[in-house]
């Protein structure tokens, strides 16, 4: 286009510059033409009008002026028929000839007219042209030249910017969403290149999110497993080895064995599923988290619902402190649920049957504490628990790290130390929905339930209630 542009421009410039030259050799043929007809308009005679031919004279750009049909012995280069059009003209002509052009201009002298001839050589009709077409051809040259390099160098760019997008395309294709490429080329193909990163973002957040959604809520799975699991547990033997049984009593153990059997297996594949899942998103980073709000207090008392009575089954003795008012919270109550259930699952789980738990709310300073104490063996490496999928109990390990994901929504914390009870205590830290919060202090904001302790502890077992 830049080429073109030029040539656009030059060509119309070189033609202007032939133009004038001719414009100024046919302009000094009129200056001496002028000289000679000044001289005949003053009714010179002959000696007079040869005096006005010799002081018109001769130059570069034009020859002598010849007055034709004043003399009969003047002789110029026109012809017959381009005097005769010039005279019955009445006004100067110019006349292509060999060599150059004639410039022929009538005159009235007395009752005839004449007519002054004056040569224009054909060089100076383009006096300066050649120098000036060839100026022009080099600059055109030049702008060629230059715009070709710049248009392989932009296309070269565009090129390397579209390959690079196609392979980056072809790589997440073949399942690599870590790739990124450099947005480089024109506005256009860099635009494509922010948009394919932002993409790829796109596509490994999402993958990682429905991972983390499967591992968790696979291992939300654990609790109706645990549920069964204990009820299984506490059903008759299933030996069929030993003994003589009737043929009905022996279709019931082997239907409990069935049973148990198969509880171990949806175990197995429940923590197969968790593993895998979690092994997945180990370097992604957790997903952000739901949106929404709900009661403490109320999600307590109606997890405890379903807690109760399987406590009631085992003999545990329980309570629940501090989950009569209302106490919000900026988490999803699925998400709160889950995080209680994971914790309340842990102590039904790796506690024997009979073991004490507690629960307690407290609300200060700008947060909200919920805790779950138990009178087992406690947690002998609180940090190790708390990192996403460790466990020394041969679990999946998740179960602490949903309880940590829930506070890490409202700025809060997991932390777990030695329970007055004598076994573990899990404090779930959030952040108050309803005031600021002021420096975290795990027992300022727990202690004032130590002094509740004092009182007879234990309701009977299905009571939920303080």
């Known amino acids: 286009m830049t080429a073109v542009a030029a040539l656009v421009f030059v060509i119309p410039l070189a033609i202007q510059v032939s133009e004038d030259a001719r414009e100024r050799a046919l302009t000094e043929a009129g200056r001496r033409s002028a000289i000679v007809a000044g001289a005949l308009a003053a009714q010179a005679d002959e000696a007079g009008v040869a005096r006005a031919v010799e002081a018109a004279g001769s130059g570069p750009l034009t020859g002598r002026p010849v007055v034709l049909g004043l003399s009969k012995e003047a002789a110029g280069r026109a012809s017959d028929s381009d005097i005769t059009r010039t005279v019955s003209g009445g006004r100067p002509v110019t006349v292509d000839v060999d060599g150059g052009v004639l410039r022929l201009e009538p005159v009235i002298v007395g009752e005839k007219t004449v007519v002054i001839e004056v ?102 799975l654990r609790t109706p497993l645990t549920v069964l699991r204990l009820d299984a547990e506490a059903l008759d033997p299933d ?3 030993v003994g003589n049984f ?4 022996l279709d019931r153990r082997r239907t409990i064995r069935r049973i148990r059997q198969a509880i171990v297996t949806l175990e197995g594949e429940v923590d197969a599923l968790i593993t895998t899942t979690r092994r997945a998103v180990a370097d992604r980073g957790a997903p952000p988290p739901e949106e929404g709000s709900c009661d403490v207090s109320e999600v307590v008392r109606e997890r405890m619902t379903f807690w109760s009575a399987l406590a009631g089954d085992q003999n545990r003795p329980y309570r629940v402190v501090g989950a009569q008012t209302r106490i919000p919270i900026l988490v ?28 307690g709310v407290s609300r200060r300073d700008g947060w909200i504490a919920l805790r779950v104490d138990d009178a087992g063996t406690g947690i002998e490496d609180p940090e190790r628990a708390l990192q996403r999928g460790a466990s020394d109990r041969g679990s999946t390990g998740l179960g602490l790290d949903i309880a940590k994901r829930a506070t890490l929504a409202t700025g809060g914390s997991v932390s777990i130390a030695r329970s007055s009870l004598g076994g573990a205590s899990v404090v779930m830290l959030f952040g108050d929905a309803e005031a600021k919060p002021k420096q975290a202090s795990r027992f300022g904001l727990v202690g004032r339930l130590a002094g509740e302790r004092e009182r007879p502890r234990w309701p009977r077992p299905r009571d939920h209630s303080e």
């Open 119 to 220: 040569f224009v050589p054909a060089g100076a009709l383009s006096d300066g042209v050649p120098v000036v077409w060839w100026t022009l051809a080099v600059i055109t040259l030049g702008l060629v030249a230059a715009s070709v390099f710049v248009v392989d160098r932009l296309a070269a760019k565009a090129v390397g910017s579209a390959r690079s997008l196609v392979r980056a395309a072809m790589a997440v294709g073949d399942g690599d969403l870590g790739v990124r490429i450099e947005p480089t080329g024109p506005r256009e193909l860099a635009e494509a290149g922010y948009a394919f990163n932002r993409m790829a973002d796109r596509l490994v957040t999402s993958r990682t999110n429905e991972r983390e959604m499967v591992a968790d809520l696979s291992h939300r």
């Open 239 to 241: 030996d069929t080895s």
């Open 246 to 249: 009737s043929a009905a009593e």
């Open 332 to 359: 999803p109550r699925s998400e709160l649920a889950a995080a209680l259930d994971a914790v309340l699952g842990n102590v039904f789980r790796y506690t024997a049957q009979g073991t004490a738990f507690e629960i």
